[in-house]
């Protein structure tokens, strides 16, 4: 769980959201040839593209099914153009896991530059939404779901390259169990107040899980960070869950 960029405004109008969309749909079809580029010269077979490309079309439904409600400015804006690069990264980091194809030595290197500039990118998003004014709740919670696709994309990779056990899967799930538990117990679905802990718990298990990939990080050093990580996130997730226990 990450902390909102920018606190939340009100809903969008129809033809506000109308020209939101559009400049979704004017962002994401670039970043899908680029994607097709990428996936080309990285990826030994079709597979890991065509799963990256299939990931990174429902990551555009779901994103333009929530514009009407929460995207008020009435375009879609350079800050959710670049998560919009972020969703693209991540759905290629997990083609290539879902796809089992485990890489070498070389792609190694490959993914761990990959990831580490996406997680140079979260740091950007944020600041441009404040400066340029278009903050919404949309962008929000766009950055926060590409982080969460992210750290499971990556927590993937790193259990195909025996870098931990199987246990290290959690810290990708992590955020979908608690969304999980919000279903089961609607109280645990109410809004969080911003947290800075949030935001710095979730950049050092992105950075440890792209640590992790480096092929000079092996066990038992891969496993104690990835332990570390995973220690650090749990606690982070029973502080928010204490306290929506406790409303």
């Given at each position: ?7 939340l ?6 033809a ?25 010269t990285a990826?030994?077979s ?12 429902v ?13 008020p400015?009435?375009?879609?804006g ?6 919009l690069?972020?969703a693209?990264?991540a759905a ?6 879902l ?6 030595p ?5 993914f761990?530059?990959?990831?580490a ?5 979260d ?5 441009l ?8 709740a949309f ?5 926060m779901?590409?982080?969460?696709l992210?750290?499971?994309a990556?927590?993937l990779?790193?259990?195909?390259m025996?870098k931990?056990?199987?246990?290290v899967?959690?810290?990708?799930f ?7 538990l919000?279903w089961?117990r ?7 107040a ?6 710095a718990?979730?950049?050092a298990q ?10 000079p ?12 990580a995973?220690g ?9 869950l ?6």
């Amino acid at each position: 769980m990450t902390q909102p960029r920018a606190a939340l405004v009100p809903a969008s109008t129809s033809a506000s959201a109308w020209s939101a969309r559009r400049g979704l749909w004017a962002a994401a079809l670039p970043i899908a040839a680029v994607m097709i580029l990428s996936a080309s010269t990285a990826f030994e077979s079709a597979a890991p593209a065509c799963i990256a490309l299939g990931i990174f079309a429902v990551i555009i439904a779901v994103a333009q099914g929530r514009l009407d409600a929460f995207h008020p400015p009435d375009r879609f804006g350079g800050a959710n153009v670049i998560t919009l690069f972020r969703a693209a990264g991540a759905a290629l980091l997990g083609g290539a896991a879902l796809a089992g194809q485990v890489p070498g030595p070389a792609a190694s290197w490959g993914f761990a530059l990959a990831s580490a500039a996406l997680l140079a990118l979260d740091g950007i998003d944020g600041w441009l939404a404040r400066r340029s004014g278009l903050a919404s709740a949309f962008g929000a919670r766009f950055d926060m779901e590409v982080d969460a696709l992210t750290g499971l994309a990556l927590a993937l990779l790193v259990w195909q390259m025996d870098k931990a056990g199987p246990w290290v899967l959690a810290l990708g799930f992590m955020r979908y169990a608690f969304l999980g538990l919000g279903w089961v117990r609607p109280a645990f679905a109410a809004p969080l107040a911003p947290s800075w802990r949030r935001k710095a718990v979730c950049v050092a298990q992105l950075a440890a899980l792209t640590l992790l990939l480096a092929p000079p990080i092996a066990p038992p050093l891969s496993s104690a960070i990835a332990a570390a990580a995973l220690g650090l996130l749990s606690w982070s997730f029973a502080r928010d869950l204490r306290r929506l226990a406790r409303r």
